[in-house]
């Protein structure tokens, strides 16, 4: 449990990051930044699966890059429910999307398996 918290947290200060370092993108504080990084996780458990689901063959057609567009979707959908998260526009939530994926990455290699 406590990993999970340290995860959360560090998920949140991630998307205060992205926010600082990709135009379009903006989380108006900590508060914004705990509810995202919740539903973010939720988002990514739930509607994530069914997205790659659906769009299987999209998937496979560009060997795995169309991932990468549900990703931006999913970060999309989340500011779209969190009031003080705002992207602007697609480009925006596929540059932050794959930021956050990739220091997420690193976070979750030196935390260990949640």
């Given at each position: 449990m406590v990993v999970f918290?340290?995860?959360?947290?560090?998920?949140a200060a991630l998307l205060l990051v992205v926010a600082h370092?990709?135009?379009?993108?903006?989380?108006?504080g900590w508060g914004p930044a705990i509810l995202g990084a919740i539903m973010l996780g939720l988002?990514?458990?739930f509607v994530r699966?069914?997205?790659?689901?659906?769009?299987?063959?999209?998937?496979i057609l560009s060997f795995g890059l169309f991932l990468l567009v549900i990703n931006a979707l999913m970060l999309w959908?989340?500011?779209?429910?969190?009031p003080g998260i705002r992207v602007r526009d697609f480009a925006s939530a596929l540059?932050?999307?794959?930021?956050?994926?990739?220091?997420?990455?690193?976070v979750a290699s030196l935390l260990g398996p949640v």
């Open positions: 918290l340290v995860h959360l947290f560090f998920t370092l990709v135009r379009g993108v903006e989380v108006e988002v990514n458990a699966p069914v997205m790659v689901l659906l769009t299987l063959p999209f998937t959908l989340v500011s779209v429910l969190v540059l932050g999307s794959l930021l956050l994926t990739l220091l997420n990455l690193g």
